[in-house]
């Protein structure tokens, strides 16, 4: 079996795990790594390949023709940009062969689109932090005492911290959703945004608390498999840097009816804030997040899982399953490229 990871970036870690779960499975295939510019992931991977932009018109001819020549079985991207275009061409992908693990196109949308996150959670009855598009409806919810400072502004399609501000007044609201709005257009974040250039910057309550994540993970027919929730210890430019696996049977919950409404395969990255004993749910991305190596620190091993499912086999129970009480911190590596 054969594994290329898309948009591997510095996720060295993810293709080490991918290599491990090979030889535990039982097969001798190569992990491979694909970015559009050289990358930390590339010195761990077997074979290195750089492609061309995600929204060049040769992206998927050009992977395509990668996964056929070296008989690639599975296919994980790992990047937000990256996920709805090889959603839509999933089915040419799986006519050669290769099964690229991503949720469908609908489920994607509702994870990446932040409005259509807080829409789709209200719907389900999870609580969200209320939200609007329109900076004016926001400064009435504010003047009618429905709202109050401060406030988040943050791009309606995005990941990590990429201009996200706090707005403690109007000056301040109004400033800032100018100037996300002129970083949307000079980011990769403007050709999400060209869907609906008018309102592609989201207006959010601060909801104060304990940061929280979850890592939702079915199996590649989309049934729940597990749930493991983690408290966030230390964050650095929107990523987790530290954390600690916990116990938590509501929250539990409520990833199993994340799982149910999405139905996606592999992993669902979960953010969310404990305030005053209430969650709110403030954002999912449909593949590995930064904060899986926690998980698999606690035990949990989706890779293998993944690699097991794809051969139909059933993993070991034990694979799926993350200890409570487990602390892990992240490490900085210096790679020299000689």
């Known amino acids: ?21 090979l030889r535990m499975a039982g097969f ?37 023709d990668y996964c056929k020549k070296w008989e690639i079985d599975l296919l994980m991207p790992l990047f937000d940009i990256d996920l709805p275009i090889l959603s839509r061409n999933k089915e040419v992908f799986r006519d050669q062969g290769t099964r690229v ?10 994870c990446n689109d932040k409005w259509k996150t807080c829409r789709a ?59 996300i709005c ?19 910057v989201i207006i959010q309550e601060k909801i104060t608390g304990r940061e929280l994540g979850m890592d939702v993970v079915n199996d ?5 498999r597990t749930v493991v929730v983690k408290e966030k210890v230390n964050m650095r430019a929107g990523e987790t840097d530290a954390a600690i696996t916990i116990s938590s049977p509501k929250l539990e919950r409520t990833g199993k009816h994340l799982s149910k409404l999405l139905g996606h395969p592999g992993n669902l990255d979960v953010d969310i804030l404990e305030s005053q004993g209430q969650y709110y749910v403030l954002e999912m991305n449909a593949r590995f997040g930064g904060g899986y190596p926690f998980s698999h620190a606690a035990g ?5 899982a993944l ?32």
Request: charged share 25%; net charge negative.
């Open 28 to 64: 001798t295939g190569l992990v491979h790594a694909a970015n559009s510019e050289s990358s930390p992931a590339f010195f761990a991977a077997d074979r290195q390949v750089i492609t061309p932009l995600i929204y060049d018109s040769e992206y998927i001819p050009f992977l395509l």
């Open 220 to 224: 590649l027919k989309g049934a729940c």
């Open 101 to 110: 693990v991503t949720a469908e196109p609908a489920a994607i949308e509702i």
């Open 121 to 179: 959670l209200q719907a389900e009855g999870i609580s969200t932090p209320e939200s609007w598009l329109d900076r004016e409806a926001a400064l009435w919810a504010i003047k009618e005492g429905q709202a109050s400072y401060p406030l988040i502004l943050k791009p309606r399609w995005g990941m990590g911290s990429l201009s996200v501000y706090q707005a403690d007044d109007e000056e301040e609201l109004r400033i800032f959703h100018r100037k």
């Open 300 to 304: 949990l091993h989706l890779p293998y």
């Open 182 to 200: 002129r970083e949307i257009q000079n980011s990769y974040l403007k050709y999400e945004a060209a869907q609906e250039r008018e309102s592609c």
């Open 307 to 338: 690699v097991m499912w794809a051969s139909e086999r059933e993993p070991e129970e034990r694979y799926l399953k993350a200890q409570a009480g487990v602390r892990a911190l992240k490490d900085i590596q210096i790679l020299v490229q000689h």
């Open 1 to 21: 079996m054969n594994i290329l990871l898309t948009s591997a970036g510095r996720r060295t870690y993810l293709v080490n795990y991918f290599k491990e779960a």
